[in-house]
């Protein structure tokens, strides 16, 4: 293949300050409903936690094994639903923890290039 039977190369638009300053705006909104989503799911995440607790709690009381950890088993066999929903409440927390710090660090890279481009014009 000659160089002139190949395709070109993709080619992105050119930066503009006005693209990225409207992309900025963009992931700032994006960035505060999200931070919106984690104090939610945070409550939430708390909540479930609590009713997990709360349920091992008395699953643990009215166990009638001998050894701590045939209790605590037992307790969690009892839980599981609960416990369950916990982890997942926690993942979730997690996902949307770091979703934030993905959108914060895109924020960080235009606001690099936006200076960049500035300085160009």
Do not use: F
Request: with cysteine.
């Amino acid at each position: 293949m000659n160089v002139s039977e190949r395709r070109p190369i993709y080619a992105p638009e050119p930066l503009t300050q006005v693209r990225i300053e409207s992309e900025i705006a963009r992931l700032c909104a994006l960035l505060e409903a999200t931070t919106d989503d984690l104090a939610k799911e945070c409550e939430r995440s708390a909540e479930r936690e609590v009713a997990w607790k709360v349920a091992e709690a008395g699953a643990l009381l009215r166990s009638e094994h001998k050894s701590a950890e045939l209790r605590k088993a037992h307790a969690l066999s009892l839980c599981r639903n609960e416990y369950g929903a916990h982890l997942r409440g926690c993942a979730m927390r997690d996902a949307l923890t770091e979703k934030c710090r993905t959108i914060r660090s895109q924020l960080d890279s235009l606001r690099s290039l936006n200076a960049n481009v500035r300085v160009q014009v």
